[in-house]
């Protein structure tokens, strides 16, 4: 069978409605990773439903109990054919934020999947479970059309914790270390840059979440009796965010902000547009760091937003001068921040400003990672997109939201390309998440052509085993020898 053909029986099995059945199927599982008593349903997930469709494409398979958290278990697959050949490392979750089910549209149950039109809603549809159905589809359907052999090894690694922070990826993927002993890693998740154009991105940038509280008493007291004698700690904290971000959402804390943008990271950005699709907002256009295009304050630079805050009881505020005020806060950031001395830094910044009755408490990072663009990966991928579409892909140097990417970078050291199946608009984390059926349906197309080019190239030994040089550098200096 021929390529072609590959990805024409890849259409078959979507348009036949295979595809939407096993969608559905796994929708049905409740893998909400915040809930405390999803554990059950998480291993049914991997047991009932991913396991068994692994197992009948000739995966050999194990369930990790998560080291560090045990509802949030993990899968690890491989279909090995050959132990000279290389290995491609694939990833998906299986969990899911919470649905909040009140709160989507009538018609509309997050626990299973409702046609309208183009739209398939449901919770999962985007993120994550129909980005991994789709590649599990594509990857069978070219074994079919291989007569059962790829001429590569492929591994699975499974997270049911992504949702939650990855709690344990990190751990288990040193442990798998050595048994994984990957080439590359490509796997879906995030949105393309537009619901039309097929999109690569080879990172993401980091996140680091903290909570501000200023707590000066343990009760509130009389405004009127209390009034200018006793410090108000919703003022403090309003004084205190100021000094973070001006007006304009310009970041005015030195240390938080990122290295000057690369020539190569600026050159890959110049021909992109930020989402202005119908279903998205609209972008404010003087907003966030000054001097740079919209795609660049998005993908190539940080950003502190406040998340929610609080002070007395806004639903029922009374005359009283509150105990106490706080607000959880987030630094989205970019490659060669010093992320993790973000506590720090804050802490400095308020003393210096006589702000030290501000509590920082950090309670959650992950690692912003950026393959070289050079990398031979990224231009064999992009090929095998266009020749598939014929559509010129987009490269993104990173997304701009976060992912887990550090422990297959850093950790395995493998190049990371991740080519997603949603778009900015599919609502995912909120009400009536939804992914598009013309999306989906091309989505599958690319991914068979990836799986059938991975194919091709196992008869190229120069592409065998050959050591990543080009993950992503730990420091600035280092990021700068590198050329980026």
């Known amino acids: 069978m021929t390529r072609t053909l590959a990805i024409k029986s890849a259409i078959a099995h979507f348009d036949s409605g295979q595809l939407q059945s096993d969608l559905n199927r796994r929708i049905a599982y409740r893998t909400e990773s915040q809930d405390p008593t999803s554990g059950p349903t998480m291993y049914a997930y991997l047991e009932e439903e991913i396991a068994p469709e692994l197992e009948r494409m000739g995966f050999t398979f194990r369930i990790i109990d998560n080291p560090v958290s045990e509802r949030h278990p993990f899968l690890f697959a491989q279909r090995q054919e050959d132990p000279a050949a290389f290995t491609v490392l694939t990833y998906g979750h ?27 809603y449901g919770r999962g549809t985007a993120d994550n479970k129909g980005q991994h159905t789709i590649n599990l589809a594509a990857l069978d359907q070219v074994i079919r059309a291989r007569n059962g052999t790829l001429g590569y090894n492929i591994a699975l690694l ?47 940038r980091g996140a680091v979440n903290f909570m501000l509280t200023v707590n000066p008493r343990k009760e509130s007291h009389h405004s009127g009796n209390w009034g200018g004698v006793l ?10 965010l100021a000094t973070l971000v001006d007006k304009c959402g310009q970041i005015t804390v030195e240390g938080l902000r990122p290295p000057p943008i690369s020539a190569a990271v600026r050159s890959a950005l110049a021909g992109i547009s930020v989402d202005s699709s119908p279903q998205s907002p609209s972008i404010d256009k003087d907003w966030g760091e000054p001097g740079l295009s919209p795609s660049e304050r998005l993908f190539g630079w940080n950003t502190i937003e406040i998340l929610a805050m609080t002070s007395g009881n806004p639903e ?17 950031f970019v490659v060669g921040t010093d992320w993790k001395s973000t506590g720090e830094i804050l802490r400095k910044h308020f003393a210096d400003r006589g702000l030290t009755m501000v509590d920082v408490h950090v309670e959650f990072g992950m690692a912003a990672t950026r393959l070289n663009p050079e990398n031979k990966w990224v231009g064999w991928a992009l090929d095998s997109i266009q020749k598939t579409t014929g559509k010129t892909p987009v490269l993104l140097p990173n997304l701009a939201g976060s992912l887990p990417n550090e422990a ?69 200096q280092e990021e700068q020898s590198h050329g980026e």
């Open 316 to 332: 029922g505020p009374v005359n009283a001068i509150p105990a106490s005020a706080r607000a959880h806060c987030q630094l989205r």
């Open 158 to 204: 499974m997270d049911m914790g992504e949702e939650f922070g990855s709690p344990g990826l990190t751990e288990v993927c040193e442990q798998l270390k050595d048994e994984i002993s990957a080439d590359v890693f490509i796997a879906s998740d995030g949105p393309r840059i537009s619901a039309e154009q097929p999109t690569i991105f080879l990172g993401a």
């Open 408 to 476: 297959f970078s850093h950790i395995l050291k493998l190049p990371t390309i991740w080519i997603p199946h949603s778009y900015p608009g599919c609502l995912q984390h909120a009400p009536n998440e939804h992914n598009l059926v013309p999306l989906m349906r091309e989505s599958v197309q690319v991914m068979a052509g990836i799986f059938w080019d991975l194919s091709e190239l196992s008869h190229e030994p120069s592409w065998e085993h050959e050591p990543n040089l080009d993950a992503e550098p730990k420091s600035l």
């Open 94 to 120: 299986g969990d899911v934020q919470l649905a909040h089910a009140a709160d989507w549209e009538s018609e509309n149950d997050p626990w299973q999947i409702n046609a309208d039109g183009d739209r398939w």
């Open 231 to 240: 410090s108000n700690p919703a003022i403090v904290l309003s004084n205190a």
